[in-house]
């Protein structure tokens, strides 16, 4: 398992990798948040993913209808405006049937340098040859550099492709000079081909690997995020897609917050058993409790089953960013693993996954 720790460099900026990534769904939170005048919104997340999940009726009629386009582009360059000075990355999500043809990439580019994205996704028809995404690559990649445009061309790749094509893609990409590829996450268990093929071909390339789509927790408790930097990724953006219809969240009557010291979601009665009452985090909405920086007190101004979701989303987020920070240290000093053997909720997804025993001090790797 190879960890690796690096930094971008993009747009003046010198970012530090792995990191976690601020998704257009968090950053609305925290605008909502900030106009209850509780809190001042201050997300430390360098680069913001702009996420937008598109139905695919809606697709049909962008595509003939300029009006519908238009209405989609100011969509997109509102969160695109929410981000501010951050770096941009565009996350279309789409129902996995369509077909993302050649004249959807197109339409779908134009709409990002209009909407001043940074790194423009370039659509790949799933399953697609490798000769067919080369094509697509290389005929996107000359749209915005005739468009005027600085932004980075950024391919996308699912992690649930065929294993047979999946890697020929990955070397198409570093074959066309590509400086940035978005992988959207798929189940490990069921594609690990895949995941080995990073870990065993990726490593060591000098591209930026980005993850979208990524489960908020696995295991239960998990938190899924900080475990994927073992798969040689450098960042990571969680899931924001809604719902299908006819389905509806289960309401969680405790309150759930994420963990430094077990990088899980734990609930506000194993908070009580860890830290007593007190919050045990800097991020800005934790800050703002002032001298009554406790939990009950958390808890009592946060009141409201929308307002207190909104203030643990940004908590998570920033205390989740900020822990990508220490683990970038550990991988650096090669203490990753021990770094990961005392995280409570980590031995179990890494044992599944790598079949390593965390607690096996006898093991050697660039972790």
Request: proline share 4%; net charge positive; with cysteine.
């Amino acid at each position: 398992m190879t960890a690796r720790a690096g930094m971008i460099k993009e747009s003046g900026n010198e970012i530090l990798t792995p990191t976690r990534v601020l998704n257009s769904t968090e950053l609305e939170n925290g605008l909502k948040l900030e106009k209850c005048k509780l809190v001042k919104v201050d997300f430390p997340h360098p680069i913001t993913e702009v996420t937008h999940y598109i139905k695919t009726d809606s697709i049909y009629s962008m595509i003939k209808n300029a009006e519908a386009s238009n209405g989609l582009k100011n969509q997109v360059e509102e969160k695109s405006k929410n981000a501010g000075q951050r770096i941009t990355i565009f996350h279309p999500v789409f129902d996995k049937s369509l077909k993302t043809d050649d004249r959807l990439n197109s339409i779908m580019i134009d709409l990002q340098i209009q909407s001043d994205i940074d790194a423009v996704s370039i659509l790949d028809d799933y399953n697609s040859s490798p000769e067919e995404f080369e094509n697509r690559i290389k005929s996107s990649i000359k749209q915005i550099e005739d468009s005027d445009s600085v932004a980075e061309p950024m391919p996308t790749i699912r992690l649930d492709s065929d294993e047979r094509i999946f890697g020929r893609k990955l070397k198409v990409c570093v074959g066309n000079r590509i400086n940035i590829i978005n992988l959207t996450y798929a189940p490990i268990k069921e594609n690990y081909h895949n995941y080995s093929y990073l870990i065993n071909n990726m490593a060591d390339e000098d591209v930026w690997l980005h993850l979208s789509e990524v489960g908020n927790k696995i295991f239960n408790k998990s938190s899924l995020i900080h475990a994927m930097p073992l798969f040689s990724i450098d960042s990571f953006a969680l899931k924001s897609r809604p719902f299908p219809p006819g389905t509806y969240k289960k309401r969680i009557s405790v309150p759930k917050r994420f963990d430094t010291k077990t990088l899980g979601q734990i609930d506000v009665n194993e908070h009580k058993q860890m830290y007593g009452d007190k919050l045990n985090c800097d991020c800005f909405v934790d800050i703002n409790m002032d001298k009554q920086r406790t939990l009950n007190n958390f808890l009592n101004v946060f009141n409201g089953a929308q307002l207190l979701k909104q203030a643990l989303v940004c908590h998570d987020a920033c205390s989740s960013f900020n822990e990508f920070l220490k683990a970038r240290n550990k991988i650096i000093g090669r203490n990753y693993r021990n770094y990961l053997r005392n995280k409570k909720y980590m031995h179990l997804p890494v044992k599944r996954f790598f079949k390593i025993d965390l607690g096996n001090k006898t093991i050697n790797g660039n972790y």
